[in-house]
């Protein structure tokens, strides 16, 4: 099986048993845990120390540190709060391995992570077997009163790891691109072709409620469900792929600032965008792309991946179309939407921010979505390199309009009358 998570592919699905669940069933939980750290380990594997260390631009991190840094959640969150008399494995890693979790202490500067390169790999590996063994025991051997809270914080560091099990792959990916001998991560990875899909999903305008409810995890962005009022909306059931994009660069989109936010069109000029991130065009004028299997030659007929916000707003005005809404994406999804999942995540012209009514939790952890909560745009779905099983209608990704080292991509939506 190559390493990284194909759509499709026969994998078990995660999330794991429902943390309301009675009686809870701590078999089920521990082999969850093992799934999603074994899986953090099978993407690494491909990797050299050497290609675990290095951090290619501030947006990403290396290898070693995304699996340093999922431990220290867990060390950080979980063991020391409810293991009395915990060995902690190295008190360093605190402030190395601490993100953004101001309220958790101290940490190192995120542009600076490429330079720690002690602990080395074979350390960062035996943290996590430390962690690991005591996480097992923690689930195993925690009185029935505490439970419920050791599952709840589990669950959401299940969830965080497989978020960072993506960041793993794009952040080589990008790595990988700056090498002039356009290494392979995969040379077996491909990008899945997505099932014939034509025409528009219509939905009828009116009141629709949006949100996170019922039974399953999500993060606190996702709720409170809430209503909100939709347009009489077409939805393309298909995504756009790099056949279209090709109309649009050979049209002259990348040159027309009429199609362009003012900020979009500085930031093409500026970085020189002519074409997705990735793509290079040989001598011959035939394009090619940098991919997980190292350099491929583009593909018409598979979907446009690595733009930004601001190349996927210009398309839409390049079209006479436009981004769906978040709310439109979701209610789509619910309703049968082809291609939601396993291709790409896709930009909707929302911006994100939060729910009526929204919340933090209380504590570090109310820190992993609500300060983020400005200046960003919502992007739904999943993509290729997010792990199986952890997508839903409801899920909020955000990124900066400018950025375009993720698998991030695009359908159109059209008013109706």
Not at 60 to 77: I, M, Y
Not at 236 to 259: C, H, I, K, S
Not at 319 to 342: H, K
């Amino acid at each position: 099986m190559a390493a990284t998570a194909q759509a499709g592919e026969a994998r078990p699905a995660f999330p794991p048993p429902d943390v309301t669940a009675r009686p809870i069933d701590r078999a089920a939980w521990i082999a969850a845990f093992r799934e999603v750290r074994d899986e953090t380990e099978r993407r690494a594997a491909p990797l050299s120390p050497e290609d675990q260390q290095i951090q290619s631009m501030p947006d990403a991190s290396p290898t070693k540190w995304h699996r340093a840094h999922t431990t220290w959640f867990f060390e950080q969150f979980l063991l020391r709060p409810h293991v009395p008399g915990y060995r902690i494995f190295d008190e360093r890693f605190f402030y190395l391995f601490n993100s953004y979790y101001v309220a958790a202490g101290p940490r190192a500067p995120r542009i600076s992570r490429g330079l720690v390169t002690r602990p080395t790999c074979a350390e960062v590996q035996a943290y996590r077997a430390h962690v690991d063994r005591a996480v097992v025991a923690l689930l195993e051997d925690a009185p029935e009163p505490a439970l419920a809270e050791v599952i709840g914080t589990v669950e959401i560091g299940l969830h965080h790891e497989q978020q960072h099990q993506e960041l793993l792959l794009t952040d080589i990916l990008h790595a990988f691109a700056q090498n002039p001998l356009a290494p392979a991560y995969d040379p077996a990875w491909h990008f899945p072709a997505p099932a014939p899909a034509k025409g528009a999903l219509a939905l009828d305008g009116g009141i629709a409620e949006i949100g996170h409810a019922g039974a399953g995890f999500s993060f606190d962005n996702e709720s409170p469900r809430h209503a909100v009022l939709l347009r009489p909306v077409a939805v393309d059931r298909a995504l756009v792929t790099n056949g279209e994009w090709l109309d649009f660069m050979q049209d002259g989109g990348y040159a027309r600032p009429e199609l362009w936010l003012s900020d979009g069109f500085v930031a093409a000029q500026s970085e020189g965008w002519e074409a997705p991130g990735y793509w290079r065009r040989t001598e011959e004028g035939v394009w090619s792309s940098m991919t997980l299997a190292g350099l491929r030659t583009v593909d018409p007929a598979l979907p446009v991946t690595h733009v930004s916000y601001y190349e996927a707003d210009a398309f839409a005005r390049w079209a006479g179309r436009d981004l769906p809404t978040e709310a439109e994406w979701e209610i789509a999804a619910q309703s049968g939407l082809d291609g939601a999942y396993g291709h790409l995540w896709q930009w909707t012209r929302s911006a994100y921010s939060a729910y009526p009514g929204y919340r933090p939790v209380a504590g570090a952890l109310g820190e992993y979505n609500g300060k983020f909560m400005v200046s960003q745009f919502v992007l739904r779905g999943a993509s290729v390199a997010t792990p199986r099983g952890h997508s839903r209608a409801t899920y909020r990704n955000f990124f900066y309009p400018h950025q375009r080292w993720q698998f991030t991509g695009l359908r159109l939506s059209q008013g109706r009358a």
